[in-house]
């Protein structure tokens, strides 16, 4: 995925010594239809495209007299930037990208909307002034000087353009290098592997059958055939409202007119949760693609959770143990190294059974000089850390959950990170009992952090976390590679191209990290657009390494199963 270094203009860039309205009192002006029609025609429309640009196509159908206006100020501020800094030019000063139109979607449905709204031109200045304060809330990026740019190829100023992605981009998939074709088939497989679980664990059977009656669903079969169904009609037409009818008519739907507190939609939750919008009996509008992918199996874990009758905490220590980590991790651990001749493969279950050492990884391979160590985590953050927009939480909540914890007993709980730096330190000194036959002065030791949730793919996460490690394992010597953070839907995706060989583990680690270490070149080469390419995750390096890798045997093998008909079966 490419990205180029763009800036969502805010009120305040344009207007920067008037008051600032409240979103609230645009937005109760409007009506719920016309806002809507503007809602779907900026989206369909405007999406990423320069603000002038935008303003010219509109006063373009027709006089526009804030709009002419509006430019006017634009070209001031625009003026002015580009006397801080030429780089910034035509098409980098935009006014809407998808996350401006969730978050303003989610404060359009917190207001009463209006009976009576002002006219069309009227209405079309309000929405656009509503945009534009949206963009003051989620976006914080200073004015960035030329000066600036070159402090930021600073081998150890990270942390800048750290606190942007991962404070103003964390409750969505902007930066995460995620492709919805890609993470909608990764949904497909683990929601398959979930059936092949319930089936073989009675508890979980028992969940899955309440869910299925509760909300009147034939069978786990026909969910997944009816969400397939569902997620290619809106793959050709996204932005506009389709008609869903008899058996496909979506029970995760949301009415027009509802009125949701911004309390009760954090982190969009209720978005999420119902992720199509019916605009007119039968036809309905898709508020988001992704949280519509991730009903085919993400939200069904919800749904398990509400039937099993236990607290979240709960549910999920047992859930993200038995399924997520021994059941889902460990069945493509084994689809991608278990072939492999003279391997040494063992997970974590095998090493705690036996006794063989106490605070074990999760699995461990070797083969000849290369030895990978991995740690599985599957965790969660709550919706009002997710939206809080502010760096030192977000850091100190990541931290919480992938490196230590301080537990009530004040006692810390080493997480992740550090369990992966311990187990490390053991293999150099050869402490694994169960694999000896290699030489410490030779092997490479490839750390792997394997995370559950594609959204902490999020650009940043793994620079913050491979800091954390570094600062541990500073002493350990050039055997250790820096450490890896892999989302378990890229590891289903490339399983295949991984297990025959096609492509070698170690060889796509060195090169993510050397493409890493070469990023002022990089800079340089492609000037403030490449400030992203340091923070890459390891699921976007691999997809613009392999852009047109072929996923045909997933493919078929998967979709298949959703015939009608067809019994569900794990191959």
Not at 78 to 93: A, F, M, T, V, Y
Not at 133 to 143: G, P, R
Request: hydrophobic share 35%; proline share 3%; aromatic share 14%.
């Amino acid at each position: 995925m490419e990205y180029k270094f763009q800036v969502q203009l805010g009120y305040h860039d344009i207007y920067p010594n008037a008051a600032i309205p409240s979103i609230n009192d645009l937005l109760c002006q409007l009506s719920r239809k016309r806002f809507i029609d503007m809602f779907t025609d900026f989206r369909e429309n405007y999406i990423n495209i320069d603000i002038r640009e935008v303003i010219d196509k509109i006063c373009s159908k027709g006089d526009w007299p804030y709009g002419r206006q509006l430019k006017k100020e634009v070209q001031q501020y625009i003026d002015k930037q580009c006397s801080l800094h030429p780089e910034i030019e035509k098409g980098r000063n935009i006014l809407i990208c998808d996350v401006t139109l969730l978050e303003l979607l989610r404060q359009e449905f917190a207001v009463q909307p209006s009976a009576t709204p002002p006219s069309e031109q009227k209405s079309l200045e309000l929405f656009c002034q509503a945009i534009l304060l949206i963009n003051d809330k989620i976006f914080d990026l200073s004015n960035v000087n030329d000066e600036e740019l070159q402090e930021l190829l600073k081998e150890h100023d990270d942390q800048w353009m750290e606190q942007i992605l991962l404070a103003n981009n964390f409750s969505f998939y902007s930066f995460t290098g995620v492709q919805a074709k890609l993470l909608a088939l990764s949904e497909l497989v683990k929601y398959m592997e979930l059936c092949q679980f319930c089936r073989e664990n009675a508890d979980y059977s028992n969940y899955m059958q309440q869910f299925l009656t509760t909300h009147n669903i034939a069978s786990t079969h026909w969910y997944g055939y009816k969400n397939l169904a569902i997620y290619n009609a809106y793959n050709k037409h996204r932005d506009v409202p389709l008609k869903l009818t008899d058996d496909y008519a979506p029970d995760y739907k949301m009415n027009i007119n509802e009125i949701i507190s911004l309390k009760d939609n954090q982190d969009y939750i209720a978005f999420r949760d119902r992720p199509l919008l019916e605009c007119m009996p039968n036809h309905y509008l898709l508020i988001n693609y992704i949280f519509l992918i991730q009903k085919i199996y993400s939200s069904v874990v919800f749904q398990l959770m509400k039937a099993s009758g236990l607290k979240p905490q709960q549910f999920f220590g047992d859930y993200d143990k038995r399924f997520s980590e021994e059941f889902l991790f460990y069945h493509f651990m084994q689809c991608i190294f278990g072939n492999i001749n003279n391997a040494v493969c063992i997970t974590g279950k095998q090493m705690e059974e036996q006794h063989l050492i106490k605070g074990e990884p999760d699995y461990y391979v070797r083969i000849k000089n290369s030895i990978f160590v991995f740690e599985h985590k599957d965790v969660r953050i709550k919706a009002d850390l997710r939206m809080a927009r502010e760096y030192k939480s977000i850091r100190n909540t990541l931290f919480s959950k992938f490196v230590k914890v301080r537990q009530s007993n004040g006692k810390e709980s080493k997480l992740g990170v550090s369990q992966l730096a311990d187990n490390v330190q053991r293999i150099l000194q050869k402490e694994f009992p169960f694999d000896k036959d290699y030489n410490s002065n030779r092997v490479t030791i490839y750390p792997i952090l394997v995370i559950a949730d594609s959204q902490f793919n999020q650009h940043g996460i793994n620079s913050l976390l491979a800091r954390e490690f570094r600062d541990i394992t500073n002493n350990f010597g050039k055997y250790v590679s820096e450490l890896t953070v892999i989302d378990m839907n890229t590891l289903i995706l490339f399983s295949e191209k991984l297990s025959n060989g096609k492509i070698r583990f170690a060889d796509s680690i060195n090169q993510y990290h050397n493409y890493l270490r070469h990023y002022k070149s990089l800079i340089r080469k492609n000037g403030i657009n490449g400030l992203f390419d340091r923070f890459i995750s390891y699921a976007d390096f691999m997809l613009q390494l392999y852009p047109k890798y072929k996923l045909r045997k997933l493919l078929n093998e998967f979709r298949a199963e959703f015939l009608p008909n067809n019994a569900l079966k794990r191959k």
